[in-house]
């Protein structure tokens, strides 16, 4: 991903057909979005070819959203963006209150339990529905190559602390659960 880029969605389907597009937020505040007339688009976000697009229009429909993005005026324009991913650079982005944190900033640290055992690194984080999931994947002990995944609730009862600056998630998790 490029550097400070911050990944806030993904296109899903075109609507309509005046180039309206569907989208599915990775966030809490969608609407917020709109605040900002000048979104980024990514095919692959860890191609780091993030184009700039602007904004003209946004709206809640259903439980998502649907945005006009300039440029994009019939529906093969909007069907050319499906799956691509909506981002801004974290310079952009709001400062996030006391125990909340943009997914991006999560992806990449330690996961480690009360008793010191290191899980892994969050790899990504998943919605549910009811709240978040952290995938943890890790190395199993003597199989440099073989991967584990562990999926941990991201909740106060389970996620105890959130160190973005040293890098680490505690958690109260047992090794064998």
Not at 2 to 19: K, N
Not at 44 to 66: F, T
Not at 71 to 97: C, I, K, Q, S
Not at 162 to 174: C, F, H, K, L, T
Request: proline letters at 5%.
């Amino acid at each position: 991903m490029t550097q400070g880029m911050i990944v806030l969605g993904r296109i899903v389907s075109p609507y309509g057909v005046q180039g309206w597009v569907k989208l599915h937020p990775f966030g809490d505040d969608p609407a917020a979005w709109q605040e900002k007339p000048q979104w980024w688009l990514c095919a692959d976000p860890d191609s780091g070819k993030w184009r700039p697009c602007l904004l003209q229009g946004m709206r809640m429909h259903g439980k998502g959203l649907i945005a006009k993005l300039e440029g994009v005026d019939d529906r093969n324009a909007a069907e050319a963006l499906d799956g691509f991913f909506v981002g801004m650079p974290h310079e952009a982005l709001p400062d996030t209150a006391k125990d909340e944190f943009y997914w991006a900033d999560l992806v990449g640290l330690e996961v480690v339990n009360l008793q010191g055992e290191s899980f892994g690194r969050v790899a990504e984080l998943l919605s549910s529905g009811a709240h978040e999931i952290l995938c943890v994947r890790c190395a199993k002990v003597g199989e440099a190559d073989a991967s584990c995944e562990r999926l941990l609730p991201f909740v106060a009862q389970v996620v105890r602390q959130v160190d973005v600056a040293q890098g680490v998630i505690r958690v109260e998790w047992g090794a064998d659960w």
